[in-house]
Each structure stands twice: as C-alpha cells, then as structure tokens.
C-alpha cells in the first residue's frame, strides 16, 4: 500500500504539472499576441470588469497535451482525454466567439433550434454530444456502455459549463466533483485494464485548469465554454473510463439532473444562501470594489 501510494503520488502530481505547465505556456504565448486582436477575445464579467477569454484555449490545450505526455495513462484514455479536450473546446470556443441568438439554457437552445433558428449555443449542445459519444466508444466497448459514457462526457461538460458564472467557481466544482479520483489515484495499483490510472487524466486536467486560477479569481481572465467545457469534458472521460456499468447509469442520471435543475433553479442563489458553499465559492476571490470603482455606500 505504502508503494501504491508513493508510485501513484507520484504520477498524480506529473500529470497535473505537465497541465500545469503546458496550460501557463499556452496562456503566455496567446496573451502576448491575441489571434485576431486583444477585443475579440475581451468580455465583460458579472461585475462588468474587463476580462479575457484566452484562458480557455490555454487550458483545453495543455489538458490536451498532458492526456498524450502523461506516463501511465491507458492508450484508449489517453486518446479519448485528448480528443475531448480539443473537440469540446472548439465547439465552446464557436459559441465564445461568434454567439448568437437570444435562447439561453439547453431548454432554451433545442426550442429555437425546433423553429429553425440555429443558434450558436444549439451548435455546441450538438458538437459537445457528437464529442462525447465519441469519447464514449474509445472508452468503452459494450454498446450501451458506449452511449451512457458518451452521455457522462457531454453532461459533464455542460454542468462544468454551468458553474462558470463567477471568477474561480467552475474550477473549484471541479475539484470538489472528482478529487476523490484524484485521491484513489494515489493509492492505484497501476492495474492494466483500460479504466485503471484514469485518475491521473483527472490529475491533468485539475492541473492544467488550476494553473490559471489566479488570473481567474484576479478578474483578468475567464474559462468561458471554451475551457469550461474542455474541463468537464475529459472529467467525464475519466469518470466514464473506470465506472461500472451501475456507476455509469448513476453519473449520466446525476449529470441529466443537475443539467435539468439548473433549468429552473439558480445555482448562483442556492450558493449564496449556503454560508458553506458560499465560503468556498468566494475564497480567493476579490469581492470588493477596485480603487477608484464608486461603491453603494
């Protein structure tokens, strides 16, 4: 067990540098010389500061990148985790750049979509289903397996995608929804079937996005769908690799609900009103004015 630990300690923390360090790399070098300019890449956040939207392809790209450099990952993993990453990002990446549409919501989006408007957002539901089954038929083999893996990718990018409404939030959803992968990780023993080590893709990924927390939490930068959706996609990937097939039907479920609840029911206000979750979900962020902002007072 005491080797378990070490040897899988060991390649959690590889695979979460080797995000780590591709994710800030990436960062630099397109922040340096934006494609397209500085203003296509610049949103206004909730508080209507100005923030760039460069973070998400800088951590789809290193979680793509960690996927294949990372020792020890199954190659069926290693393929899927890769694909996701850079399949659910561009398709996210689409909607940063070119939204369209007044639809919100997935209700919203497949609505407009059965009128014959073709939104942006109902493009990505579509690419992000398309990537996931994908994923799902490397990951899995039997043919139901197939479909309720792709199902658990594509749901968990949504749901990743949901929580990045507030600097930071999306991140640390992440974290608190598949740290315990990361932990069992440590304790592998390395097994050679294709779901064992599939923590250290959750490793990568947890990396790659955490690298680029403090421009988040900073109000400089935002995953937007590009990121947000790249993370929860290859999540999903490393969920579906090792589940059961009961565990499987449970994730896709779980997923499909948070996806429906979010339908009627703000996220934003169930944290506020939960002095826990709302401690977590402001922690390291700045909540005050910046100098020389008016304040209410």
């Not at 209700?107 to 014959?116: K, N, T, V, Y």
């Not at 609840?261 to 506020?272: G, L, P």
């Amino acid at each position: 067990m005491a080797a378990a630990g070490v040897i899988g300690g060991a390649g959690v923390v590889s695979a979460g540098a080797v995000g780590a360090a591709v994710a800030r790399g990436a960062y630099r070098v397109l922040n340096a010389r934006p494609p397209g300019g500085r203003e296509r890449w610049s949103r206004k956040n909730n508080r209507g500061r100005d923030v760039t939207l460069l973070e998400g392809p800088a951590v789809a790209v290193g979680i793509a990148t960690a996927a294949l450099l990372t020792p020890g990952l199954p190659l069926q993993v290693r393929l899927a985790g890769c694909g996701a990453a850079l399949g659910a990002g561009a398709v996210g990446l689409y909607d940063d750049l070119n939204e369209r549409g007044a639809a919100k919501g997935f209700r919203g989006h497949l609505s407009a979509l059965a009128r014959g408007e073709v939104t942006t957002g109902a493009v990505k539901i579509l690419g992000i289903g398309a990537v996931g089954l994908a994923a799902g038929a490397v990951v899995r083999r039997d043919p139901l397996e197939r479909v309720l893996a792709g199902l658990v990718v594509a749901g968990a990018a949504n749901v990743v995608n949901l929580f990045d409404l507030r600097p930071g939030r999306a991140v640390k959803a992440a974290a608190v929804g598949s740290g315990a992968a990361v932990v069992r990780e440590v304790f592998a023993d390395g097994g050679p079937a294709s779901g064992a080590r599939s923590g250290l893709l959750t490793a990568a990924a947890l990396g790659a996005a955490a690298a680029l927390v403090p421009e988040d939490l900073g109000e400089r930068a935002m995953l937007g769908d590009c990121g947000a959706n790249a993370l929860g996609a290859v999540l999903g990937v490393a969920a579906a690799a090792r589940a059961s097939r009961p565990g499987l039907v449970g994730l896709a479920a779980g997923l499909a609900a948070l996806t429906a609840a979010s339908e009627k029911v703000s996220f934003t206000k169930v944290i506020a009103a939960t002095p826990a979750l709302r401690f977590l979900d402001e922690w390291g962020r700045d909540t005050g004015p910046k100098p020389g902002e008016a304040t209410d007072g």
